[in-house]
DNA sequence: GTAGATGCAAAGTATTTGCGACAAG
DNA sequence: CTTGTCGCAAATACTTTGCATCTAC
């Protein structure tokens, strides 16, 4: 699993020390959406001594080389996601928080229509739905 | 224009003071989507008096009331922007930060049946697309 | 008159940074 | 070796809050 983030840090020519090995290791581990205080306490568990200011540095780092996904959803805190082959957008549950993840090729492709339609060619997006569970209470 | 935001506010019944009512007029008149600071700079040159924590509360509260949007773009601030009777998305310029909105009435349907289809009531998303200008540079 | 609003400054969060010690290539 | 990283604590940036005072209704 990891091994994928470590080949992606020597291809950036990412100098790989064991503080950013663990945090790899966790955020390919990471099946949610983990905020950085989050992460801290996970790469604690392993290795005590890391400083969250190490955490903050290492996942600036991996975003800025294109390994995880920064997200801002409600709640002011950013949260990170590992990039993997797959896009997908995000279904958030805004009674449980809970995090569904899908794709609609429908939609990738009019999100470029539009950009078009405006002269721009689309570089990236975010879209994000807040539901409400069906039949729940 | 403002009134339309004073009307709100005794539909809803949220006392009509000077500090808000200079705030409402603000963002009123605001084509852009200006951050707390930004209108706090904007209602000094009206009231010098009023202080930013009251800037902070009263865009809370127009945001409870259902007044304005909170969007957290890239940056870190939280950004507000008045509702009126059209809902719309945004097209970032990524190199400028010029900000377009728009409305795919295509869009708005797939995305209900993306929740839909996990068993969820859309009850709000964000959609956001980043883009370069085409033929610039 | 009274509940709620304001200003101010102090307190919280989240994130970044300076710096000397340390480690990867 | 040399450049870049780490840990720590101090510094920033953004936002919230306690409290005494004031004001809309």
């Given at each position: 699993?990891?091994?994928?983030?470590?080949?992606?840090?020597?291809?950036?020519?990412?100098?790989?020390?064991?503080?950013?090995?663990?945090?790899?290791?966790?955020?390919?581990?990471?099946?949610?959406?983990?905020d950085?205080?989050e992460l801290y306490?996970?790469?604690?568990?392993?290795?005590?001594?890391?400083?969250?200011?190490?955490?903050?540095?290492?996942?600036k780092?991996?975003?800025?080389?294109?390994?995880?996904?920064?997200?801002?959803?409600?709640?002011?805190?950013?949260?990170?996601?590992?990039?993997?082959?797959?896009?997908?957008?995000?279904?958030?549950?805004?009674?449980?928080?809970?995090?569904?993840e899908?794709?609609?090729?429908?939609?990738?492709?009019?999100?470029k229509?539009?950009?078009e339609?405006?002269?721009?060619?689309?570089?990236?997006?975010?879209?994000?739905?807040?539901?409400?569970?069906?039949?729940?209470?």
């Amino acid at each position: 699993m990891s091994e994928n983030i470590e080949r992606k840090c020597k291809a950036k020519g990412v100098k790989l020390t064991d503080q950013r090995k663990i945090i790899a290791k966790i955020m390919s581990e990471a099946q949610d959406h983990p905020d950085v205080n989050e992460l801290y306490i996970r790469v604690s568990k392993i290795d005590p001594k890391i400083s969250i200011a190490t955490v903050y540095r290492t996942v600036k780092l991996f975003e800025e080389a294109g390994i995880v996904t920064k997200h801002d959803f409600k709640g002011g805190k950013a949260r990170y996601e590992q990039i993997n082959e797959g896009h997908h957008d995000h279904l958030i549950d805004v009674n449980t928080g809970e995090i569904i993840e899908f794709v609609d090729e429908e939609i990738e492709e009019l999100q470029k229509k539009v950009a078009e339609k405006y002269g721009y060619n689309l570089v990236d997006h975010k879209l994000e739905l807040y539901g409400i569970k069906k039949n729940s209470k």
